[in-house]
């Protein structure tokens, strides 16, 4: 495993540092913390920060730290520090170390362009810890959006193909940039288990949160129709369970009786592509942890 590297100021020389994210999930028992922080001293690992939680109700304990070193960082030494840990944890604990370094992203979409647009722009001006690696649509109605930011676009038309043989020709491209994160931004394709299954923990789409309540083509003039006083969004993993997955992040606004159904579609736009943008940072910045159906989150 590779490292980022940084710089110290240190006596008038810069001095290599090295960081790196620790992650361990276990079973909760009594001076966890002592032990992880003891292994990581006695490696010479550095905690800036760190953020720790038990569920009570599972007893399974989370902890997320960015740690830092003036050692050098093979990739033994990682593997070293891995087990170091594993040995002071409890059976069946799951440690991670991985680089605080910029990862590849595809991004899927269709015909809308706002989840996808914001996306682009934060990435271009360096606000993704991540980098927009290439857009897939099977429209090519975003095209122009898209290359104005210098990111690959390919266009795979799904007309007259099997979703069988559209989405095998869809992870073909997908493999091609090895991204640590597939986002669904609003790409109206529903997806195979089968697909689902092979980027399991990597799929990150966006909806609406009226779902179920207000289904099919028009939920933002059901929702006119009905009243409705907020507008929301979620954004969570892809899983077989159609817009069931465990939530990443979620959010509303505020409308009332002056807005439109026009106007509450264009509201739910604005949160959603907030929403989304949301996700993809906390995922990218390793902030989430998988617990059966839901999230655990360090914001």
Same mark, same amino acid.
């Given at each position: 495993?590779?490292?980022?590297?940084?710089?110290?100021?240190?006596?008038?020389?810069?001095?290599?540092?090295?960081?790196?994210?620790?992650?361990?999930?276990?079973?909760?028992?009594?001076?966890?913390?002592?032990?992880?922080?003891?292994?990581?001293?006695?490696?010479?690992?550095?905690?800036?920060?760190?953020?720790?939680?038990?569920?009570?109700?599972?007893?399974?304990?989370?902890?997320?730290?960015?740690?830092?070193?003036?050692?050098?960082?093979?990739?033994?030494?990682?593997?070293?520090?891995?087990?170091?840990?594993?040995?002071?944890?409890?059976?069946?604990?799951?440690?991670?170390?991985?680089?605080?370094?910029?990862?590849?992203?595809?991004?899927?979409?269709?015909?809308?362009?706002?989840?996808?647009?914001?996306?682009?722009?934060?990435?271009?001006?360096?606000?993704?810890?991540?980098?927009?690696?290439?857009?897939?649509?099977?429209?090519?109605?975003?095209?122009?959006?898209?290359?104005?930011?210098?990111?690959?676009?390919?266009?795979?038309?799904?007309?007259?193909?099997?979703?069988?043989?559209?989405?095998?020709?869809?992870?073909?491209?997908?493999?091609?940039?090895?991204? +640590?994160? $597939? %986002? @669904? =931004?609003?790409?109206? /394709?529903?997806?195979?288990?089968?697909? #689902?299954?092979?980027?399991?923990?990597?799929?990150?789409?966006?909806?609406?949160?009226?779902?179920?309540?207000?289904?099919?083509?028009?939920?933002?003039?059901?929702?006119?129709?009905?009243?409705?006083?907020?507008?929301?969004?979620?954004?969570?993993?892809?899983?077989?369970?159609?817009?069931?997955?465990?939530?990443?992040?979620?959010?509303?606004?505020?409308?009332?009786?002056?807005?439109?159904?026009?106007?509450?579609?264009?509201?739910?736009?604005?949160? +959603?592509? $907030? %929403? @989304? =943008?949301?996700?993809? /940072?906390?995922?990218?910045?390793?902030? #989430?942890?998988?617990?059966?159906?839901?999230?655990?989150?360090?914001?």
């Amino acid at each position: 495993m590779h490292s980022k590297t940084g710089s110290m100021h240190t006596a008038g020389k810069l001095t290599p540092s090295f960081h790196e994210v620790v992650l361990v999930d276990c079973p909760d028992e009594v001076g966890l913390i002592h032990r992880i922080t003891g292994v990581l001293a006695s490696h010479q690992w550095n905690i800036e920060r760190n953020q720790e939680f038990v569920d009570g109700e599972a007893s399974h304990f989370f902890f997320r730290a960015e740690v830092s070193s003036k050692m050098g960082c093979t990739t033994l030494g990682m593997s070293d520090l891995q087990a170091a840990l594993v040995d002071v944890l409890p059976a069946k604990a799951s440690v991670r170390i991985v680089s605080r370094e910029l990862r590849p992203i595809v991004i899927c979409a269709t015909r809308e362009p706002h989840c996808l647009g914001e996306l682009l722009l934060l990435d271009a001006v360096g606000e993704l810890p991540g980098k927009i690696a290439a857009v897939i649509s099977n429209h090519d109605t975003l095209r122009p959006l898209v290359e104005r930011f210098e990111v690959p676009f390919h266009f795979l038309p799904h007309h007259e193909q099997s979703r069988e043989a559209h989405e095998h020709q869809l992870a073909k491209l997908i493999d091609i940039y090895a991204p +640590e994160v $597939i %986002v @669904l =931004a609003r790409y109206m /394709r529903v997806l195979s288990d089968h697909f #689902v299954d092979r980027y399991s923990e990597k799929l990150i789409n966006i909806h609406h949160s009226f779902l179920p309540a207000f289904v099919g083509a028009a939920p933002y003039q059901q929702a006119f129709e009905r009243g409705v006083k907020v507008i929301g969004a979620t954004a969570h993993y892809v899983t077989a369970e159609l817009d069931a997955g465990p939530i990443i992040a979620q959010d509303v606004i505020p409308v009332d009786h002056n807005f439109s159904a026009k106007q509450m579609a264009q509201a739910g736009r604005d949160v +959603e592509k $907030i %929403v @989304l =943008a949301k996700a993809v /940072r906390l995922v990218l910045e390793d902030r #989430v942890f998988m617990h059966g159906c839901r999230t655990v989150v360090f914001s």
